[in-house]
């Protein structure tokens, strides 16, 4: 889950590297660390801490020196061995040989001590160091760098990535992915670089490669060559167009990226209904012919596969799946379902879900029913990312870069893609009547524009969600409930409070309520009670009124206009619900519970980009 940069050519590297880190810190940030050439020599900054600390450390070099670098790695880390310290940061020295590693070495205990043996005495905690010295050993045999990069990679059990540099191969760099992501691109003004993912890359190319597994990646002055690690014969890989704009990787005057994709939402939805449908069919649900569309269709019954905030998703996708197009659907957390013994049909599909599309436990379930000939289908928010590659047909939410750690956007992104896929189903397996289907695609197409007054700058709800915030923000610890579509917002918002706010939090089906939980009401604790008008709502008003007795402040979350969740609630917070079917309410409170979680996390003093403890792309299990 770390980030890693590499870059060999014209420009000042430094500004490569930096840049780079920067955008890929949601990937990690507990120390982080570049290395570059200088007159043959390889000099190495690194501290604990964000990017900004290197940054400082920097500024005390000469302008000139700055500006003279050409050839560099960079490296923002996430700890898996070894504590966040300054010594266990990246990049790792080993005689002339530089490194900066992403993934795990399984059997680096063994490698360890063989080296040891050798009498090799590693400065690290880190398993990654022990590379560089296998490739120092290699080199001291006589190999050039790129072979011994090649042959010590062959020894490493596990899914990592490495990007390698070395004094007696100035100008050089080498990369070598096996299942974490390494992404390269030439820069057009000359010269390559390599990186975790495409965000530190498209300003030099938006033509960018994603590896597979088992290749290697030279990056020099001349651009990039391509080889396969097991021969080490060159390999001719396709670059994938990447639409992202840099604007939209940047916070457009927000106080933090989290809200900005808060904000982003309408735009999220009307870019994800463009790439899914064909809007130049009339039918209602014009899915766009795909084979991920045709996978759908041929379902006997699906099993939706994912972690976090993406396995809330899947849940609201599991009740839309089987209330409209009458499917079976079951939803998994990936770490459980890769351990199971599941039971599936000839006809049966595996739906990953996953923003990222790298999360190694969603990744994993992917991969083992690919070996078992089931069907597979990914629904990423990265084109190129390693899920959307394995699976047998990939969809992509459009909902452009996030770059918050808490999943906002795209997670409606992922709702919207799995209401388009249930309300499809239904249409074309008629358990959707036409007249449903028609009503019901309308309401998806109301939703930019209830999302847009909904989420305005400074408008209602904002307001709201800040003064409640600092109102409730001594509760000793929050309940967030609900029923039917709005248990998985329940879900959600506890999530989001936990991680970016560091509060305790859960979130309940309100009927559960009774079933332990209420015991631990009373004045302390705020409970969220979401319940807009549906066919849930008057037993959500009975939970709710069993919280008041308990004496918990209540934050009600309803459809405007209901004047008795007003009068029960402590704290009232409206939306629009007016006339939309009660299977969309789901993308109006999940922008109240994430701006909530926010300005709650904004009092508290946290940072709410970058949460302690987590990382945006989990490539570990
Ligand atoms: O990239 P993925 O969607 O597979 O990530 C899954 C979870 O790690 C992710 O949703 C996590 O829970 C978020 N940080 C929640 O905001």
Known sequence: MCGIVGYAGTRPALDVLINGLKRLEYRGYDSSGVALFFEGKIEIQKSQGKVENIERLLQQLPAERKNAYRVGIGHTRWATHGKPTTQNAHPHRTGHVVLVHNGIIENYLEIKQELIAKGHRPASETDSELFGFLVLDAMDGGLGLVEAVRMSFLRLHGSCSVVVMSEKEPGMVVGVRNGTPLVAAADEQGGGVIASDAQPIIEYSRDVYFLEDGDMVIATEKGLTFSEIRLGQPVRRTPIHVDWSIERLDKQGFDHYMLKEIHEQSVTVVDTLNEMLDRAKADPFPLAARPGAELLSSASDMTLVACGTSWHAALLGKYWLERFARVPVSVDYASEYRYREPVLQPRSVVVGISQSGETADTLAVIKDMKRRGVGTIGLTN?????????????????????????????????????????????????????????????????????????????????????????????????????????????????????????????????????????????????????????TWRDKSVSNLEEVRARGARIIGVGSAGDTQMERLSDFWIPVNTAGLDEGLSPFLTAPVVQLLSYYLAVLKGTDVDKPRNLAKSVTVE
């Open 382 to 534: 990265v084109r190129g990312s390693t899920i959307a590659r394995e699976v047998q047909a990939s969809f992509h939410t459009s909902a452009g870069p996030e770059i918050g750690v808490a999943a906002t956007k795209t997670f409606t992104a992922q709702m919207l893609s799995m209401l388009l896929w249930a309300g499809h189903l239904g249409v074309k397996r008629k358990t959707l009547p036409p007249t449903m289907a028609v009503r019901l695609f309308d309401d998806v197409i109301r939703l930019p524009l209830l999302l847009n007054d909904l989420l305005a700058r400074d408008g209602a709800l904002v307001r709201a969600t800040k003064e409640i915030a600092e109102k409730v923000r001594n509760s000793k610890g929050f309940f967030f409930m609900g029923r039917g579509y709005s248990f998985p917002i329940a879900l959600e918002g506890a999530l989001k409070l936990k991680e970016i706010a560091y509060v305790h939090a859960e979130g309940y089906a309100a009927g559960e309520l009774k079933h332990g939980p209420i015991a631990m009401l009373d004045e302390s604790m705020t409970v969220v009670v979401i319940a807009p008008k549906d």
